[in-house]
């Protein structure tokens, strides 16, 4: 197994660096958050996430650790060879129940379940949760940036999804001569220019990073398997087709078995590599995204109603569901924790369903 040619950095405490009026801008954050959650759940009666709202594909599977990890990556979670159950929730990034034909970044969220350790303050239930998004970097840099992004999203839920079809086409129109250049925009596809093509098919990173026991690490999640490295930038039709990506992963998983590597790439550089700005990849050349461990998803529903419910109503998913081994790391990571705290504890009030982790792997099974 690859591993780096530079040591990584040891963990500290210091290696964060609080903002002078973090607390203001985390309340803030809040409260944008709350804001958009009243005006879906007046709309739909019914409470939804404030962000990533809309699931596409909610599967149960198994995390397998490698048997052999190099002691720096041997860490946390990663520590020894085991297997855990795991649910996966796939999604899009808004707060609002849109159209497939609005384009935009897809999320993932996985829930390891079974995890023993020393846990976050806070943290309930024998989990471990990592949250992630199909791209390297944050779209902000800090908590400050995500705040002002927030505010815009707020701004636009309950614009007419008429307009948003059209801007959403317009976007892709210009991401795609963004790309045949050779470029890619991150903001485009934030707005609405996201390509429309298979979720299954997207590599999804943590963006922002985490403590990795000794060291620091962002992770990564990307398909391995032949059947699902072929959906990679495979095109979807989304025509008068609102929930082409559920079709798509339901119509996948309905005779498929799919897999995909758990890689962890670790923080070598303090400069190239900052931990407070959530906007910079960090270099690959310097520090690879090298195996962890293999998520396998054998056949079964790709999504249902009840699936939902068990789910998107009785689940939540946040970064600080977990370790202190995989503490949650830099402003954005650090505003997160009372955000998704008030998002799940809105949706437990509003729909009268309470959430609970999951603690064995009868649980999981959906």
């Known amino acids: 197994m690859p591993t780096h040619a530079t040591p990584p950095l040891l963990y500290t405490p210091d290696i964060e660096m609080l903002e002078p009026d973090e607390a203001e801008t985390a309340a803030a954050i809040v409260e944008t958050l709350r804001s958009i959650m009243e005006t879906t759940s007046a709309d739909y009666g019914h409470a939804v996430r404030s962000v990533h709202a809309k699931s596409h594909g909610i599967l149960s599977g198994e995390l ?7 002691p720096e990556l041997a860490q946390g979670l990663f520590a020894h060879a085991a297997t ?6 796939f999604s899009t990034n808004p707060g609002d129940i849109l159209d497939d034909s609005i384009s935009v970044p897809r999320g993932l969220a996985i829930k390891v379940v079974g995890v023993e350790g020393e846990r976050l303050e806070g943290s309930e ?9 199909n791209g390297p970097a944050f779209l902000s840099p800090d908590a400050k940036g995500f705040l002002r992004s927030l505010k815009l999203l707020a701004k636009t839920t309950d614009a007419p999804q008429s307009l948003k079809k059209i801007a959403s086409a317009a976007l892709r129109g210009a991401e795609t001569l963004v790309e045949t250049v050779g470029g890619e925009s991150s903001t485009l596809k934030g707005l609405g220019g996201h390509p429309n093509t298979h979720i299954l098919g997207e590599t999804f990173y943590t963006q922002a990073p985490i403590r990795y026991g000794r060291h620091v690490a962002k992770l990564s999640l990307a398909p391995v398997s032949a059947n699902l490295t072929a959906l990679t930038g495979a095109k979807i039709a989304v025509s008068g087709r609102p929930n082409a990506l559920r079709e798509a992963v339901d119509a ?5 078995r799919g897999e995909w590597e758990l890689r962890a790439q670790l923080l070598t550089n303090a400069e190239t590599m900052p931990v407070e700005d959530a906007s910079v990849v960090w270099p690959e050349d310097e520090s690879p995204y090298l195996p962890v461990g293999r998520i396998t998803v054998s056949p079964q529903p790709g999504w249902s109603e009840e699936r939902s419910r068990a789910v998107d109503d009785g689940m939540a998913f946040s970064p600080w569901n977990g370790l202190e081994a995989h503490r949650p790391l830099g402003s954005i990571m650090r505003c997160r924790k009372p955000a998704y705290a008030m998002s799940a504890d809105f949706r437990a009030s509003f729909n009268g369903c309470p959430i609970h982790p999951p603690r064995t792997a009868v649980d999981v099974e959906l």
């Open 64 to 70: 397998r650790i490698a048997d052999v990890l190099p």
């Open 84 to 89: 855990y159950p795991v649910v996966l929730r």
């Open 125 to 133: 239930g024998a989990v471990q949760d990592f949250v992630m998004v």
């Open 252 to 256: 996948f998983f309905a005779a498929n």
